[in-house]
């Protein structure tokens, strides 16, 4: 009878069966064999990019979320597949027993927590988002590195702890349901109102750079006699430019994962909520929504290499000496492209991005070709 119990607390499986269970078993474990050594590789990336300095709090943030992201493809989404290839020969919550029962309840653990916790850390990339355009002086000067790194601390022991009430019997799922609702919703809300904040401060910055040019002719010409005073406002041009895309990169990130989570985060309190009429919801809606939401943890890899230049600097140094028959770290391309994410936050954009960085400085610094 103690069994029975412990059992029914190691959670539940979703009542997939046939084809349609192999066909998604195939689909995660694909993509969980694709996300380990993406992750890894990114966190290789992060940390050449940091070798020797401080690590950055933007990267700090990033190497977070590939860590949860390569947890949930090495355990969550990898046990999850082979769940959904044994439900697909008529496997049944009856026949969990032993090992099986352990890699379930691990498998449910760790969703919870993987999940919750890549929530809170892109909620905490918005608000770190917010205070690097919002306080930019306090925030060059480490005012809240102390403070974020908490907040990824708090909410990585919140996310391990707040999960186990979910198996501690079956009185404590109804608490454990409200209280992930109320943070998920936390965290949500927090992501939008910091975005909507930071573009609204943007489109303001945007505009009083308009108006500096069209006044512009006798300020450029003023600066030239003065080279300190325009080194000073050519730098706070490009820190701004660069601060852009960096806020741009994380907005890409919040919204790929709150559009991959949703239909798990509408879905799950449901399932949850034994009173709810909803408690017996289609079958294959759920487990597409399962896979949806462990595939984030591929998504977000490929949108660090594509929009970080210094992460995709290293990535090409790390594959170039990977095909060199002889690696060598003080050849002159690695050398060149370690110049090149030198700096974290100017080496975060697009392919691009450099060029339009200066192409907004120069846009800013009107000429007079007859001078």
Known sequence: ML????EMDA???THCSGKFCYALAVINIIFAVLTIPENITVLIALSRLAKAKTWKVPNVLMASLAITDLLSGSVSQSLYGYFLLKQGSEFDRNDIRGADFALLLLLNYSSYTLCGASLLIVAIMSIDRLLAILRPIAYKANAYRTRIISAVVIAWLFCLLIPILRFVSRETVSPFVYII????VLALVAT??????????????????SLSVSGGRTS???QESNPTQMTVSMQESTTSCKEKRLTKSFAIIAITLVMMYLPQLIIKPLILNTSSSLHSFPVPLEDLANTLLYCNSFANPLIYAYRHNGIRSELKAMFK???SRNPDTTSSTYQEAKRASSDTYSSTGSANSQGTCKSGLISKQPVDTKL
């Open 220 to 222: 450029f010409i003023q």
């Open 181 to 184: 609702s109320g943070v998920m």
């Open 192 to 209: 939008f109102i910091s975005y909507i904040v930071v573009i609204y401060l943007f489109f303001n910055l945007g505009r009083q750079g």
């Open 11 to 13: 959670g539940d499986l």
């Open 321 to 323: 000496q990977l095909l």
């Open 3 to 6: 069994l029975k119990q412990y």
